[in-house]
């Protein structure tokens, strides 16, 4: 999926401070459960609990606000499919800040985004007014 952007149902961790998943893991992101996020992959699974969660971005590159240092590719910034990424601020069950960003499918974005702001109660931020635009704000 390097290179691609996810589709459907896939997600991937692109990075972050949850040193249990390796970074671009591939996987799948479930919204069934009312209390928590969840991310499945063979590599190893993320839960966020919504009420845990601190701040939430959306944008076409990954987040600037959580402090993580990311390596994402200057030439994926640059290629013609946009790539869509959420990222997710977040206390951890010992109440240390953790941060995650994930790459979702465009048919998924805005789901993920509404689930995220209703079962949080967060207001998700706007990285450009394009990516605002883009799901419908």
Do not use: C, W
């Amino acid at each position: 999926m390097t290179g691609a952007a996810v589709r459907g149902d896939e997600a991937m961790y692109v990075g972050g401070t949850i040193t249990s998943i390796p970074e671009k893991t591939e996987g799948r992101l479930l919204l069934d459960d009312s209390a928590a996020l969840k991310f499945t992959s063979k590599k190893g699974d993320l839960s966020i609990t919504y009420t845990k969660v601190s701040s939430i971005e959306y944008g076409q590159k990954a987040g600037r606000r959580v402090g993580v240092a990311l390596a994402v590719s200057p030439l994926a910034l640059f290629s013609k499919k946009r790539k869509h990424y959420v990222t997710i601020g977040f206390a951890d069950e010992a109440g240390k800040n953790q941060g995650a960003v994930l790459e979702v499918s465009k048919s998924n974005v805005r789901s993920l985004l509404t689930t995220l702001e209703t079962r949080s109660g967060k207001q998700v931020e706007f990285e450009s007014e394009e990516a605002k635009k883009n799901v419908g704000r």
